[in-house]
């Protein structure tokens, strides 16, 4: 099932795509971390005139890459994402209630 998005991430390829555009990530760790490092100082920056917020959240998912406690940070809000959009189940196993089908 392919859906068109605006956004995706790769971390095996080390491919960002923003609607048309793809971006590679470079193939050295002390590179994208320093890219990853320099977007979130420039996201913190981001009340100044060239820089922007958007910058923190790019510079958060570059560092996923190299960095375990950011990626968990990446992954449960993956998860979290899924789960709230129904596209994962719940962590129990168990069947969904509903209230509407549950008879007293």
Do not use: C, Y
């Not at 968990?72 to 509407?100: A, C, L, Q, T």
């Amino acid at each position: 099932m392919s859906r068109n998005r605006f956004f995706s991430f790769h971390a095996g390829r080390g491919e960002i795509r923003i609607g048309s555009k793809l971006f590679r990530l470079p193939q050295r760790a002390p590179v994208r971390i320093g890219l990853g490092m320099g977007l979130v100082v420039g996201g913190v920056l981001g009340f100044l005139p060239v820089l922007g917020f958007w910058m923190l959240p790019l510079g958060l998912l570059v560092l996923s890459q190299d960095l375990p406690v950011v990626r968990r940070w990446r992954r449960s809000f993956v998860v979290r994402m899924e789960r709230r959009n129904g596209k994962r189940p719940k962590r129990d196993g168990g069947p969904e209630k509903d209230s509407k089908t549950e008879s007293w």
